[in-house]
């Protein structure tokens, strides 16, 4: 089973430490946060189940936040995670049609990655960025106005990164 380390677990008790005596459960989305980041880009049951384990709280209160924010994978994803918004607003102005060039051009489908490890496609609830659609979120910025164009571009800008 996979532990933080000690320096982690000095950031682990900082982090909870912000809350209040008994109110623990306050550190979840943080400690989420710092565990995929620690544990190879996903959560798995196991180590929701450490977190838990951490918070002294059940389990399944792990697996309630980690299901519903599309910010955790709940399974191994790629390098590069194109989280493509599907909800209304982009759909209006074409993010399916954005959804299957990804798939195409990739040759995967929506929650796989590529063999080379380096590309998943993943479709998520609203953004936040309804202006300037179709969009997605890849690491920490969004990329918009999104055309087959500028995916061939963002594609193309991640693997000379490699």
């Not at 089973?1 to 982090?15: L, N, Q, Y």
């Not at 710092?34 to 996903?42: C, I, K, S």
């Not at 195409?104 to 796989?112: A, F, Q, R, S, T």
């Amino acid at each position: 089973m996979s532990k933080f380390s000690d320096d982690k677990m000095k950031e682990v008790e900082a982090i909870i430490a912000r809350y209040p005596e008994g109110k623990q459960k306050s550190a979840l989305i943080p400690l989420l946060h710092l565990a995929q980041q620690e544990f190879g880009g996903w959560l798995s049951a196991e180590t929701m189940d450490y977190v838990a384990s951490i918070l002294s709280i059940e389990p399944i209160e792990v697996y309630e936040v980690a299901t519903f924010y599309s910010m955790y994978n709940l399974q191994p994803v790629g390098q590069y995670v194109f989280e493509v918004c599907h909800t209304g607003p982009c759909m209006l102005k074409g993010s399916d049609n954005i959804i299957k060039y990804i798939k195409d051009k990739l040759n995967i489908g929506v929650g796989e990655t590529t063999s080379d490890g380096l590309f998943t496609l993943k479709t998520v609830e609203c953004l936040g960025a309804c202006g300037y659609a179709p969009m997605m979120q890849l690491g920490k910025h969004y990329r918009e106005h999104l055309s087959e164009e500028k995916v061939d571009q963002i594609i193309a800008e991640c693997r000379t990164k490699n």
